[in-house]
């Protein structure tokens, strides 16, 4: 079993960036692939992006590509999602996620491992 615990969100103006930060314990997190999903009021949980096993290769949604990066620090067992230049839109719970493939899914269904979710807020 691996426990997830995101922190770092919050309230912040459009435009401004903030950096989530994804805490693993149980099991050494260098097994498993990590993604970042988030869900807004009223719309299904979405994929915004992963990191592969070795950390060499990260995906992401069109509407956060080039805006947001996803890390990985396996000696802290930790996951990260830096947010810049964000918008209103961006608004959403987001869930740090880890799976024992290799590369990360953009399929909810696939991973086996959830944190809690983390708001962000987006003012404009």
């Known amino acids: 079993q691996v426990q997830l615990v995101e922190s770092g969100g919050g309230l912040v103006q459009a435009g401004g960036s903030l950096r989530l930060s994804c805490a693993a314990s149980?099991?050494?997190?260098?097994?498993?692939?990590m993604g970042w999903f988030r869900q807004a009021p009223g719309k299904e949980r979405e994929f915004v992006g992963g990191?592969?096993?070795?950390?060499?290769?990260?995906f992401y949604s069109d509407s956060v590509k080039g805006r947001f990066t996803a890390s990985r620090d396996n000696a802290k067992n930790a996951g990260y999602l830096q947010m810049n230049s964000l918008k209103p839109e961006d608004t959403a719970v987001y869930y740090c996620?880890?799976?024992?493939?290799?590369?990360?899914?953009?399929?909810?269904?696939?991973?086996?491992?959830w944190g809690q979710g983390k708001q962000v807020t987006v003012s404009s």
């Open positions: 996620t880890a799976d024992s493939a290799l590369w990360p899914s953009r399929q909810t269904k696939a991973w086996d491992y």
């Open positions: 149980g099991r050494t997190v260098s097994n498993y692939a």
């Open positions: 990191i592969s096993r070795n950390g060499l290769s990260t």
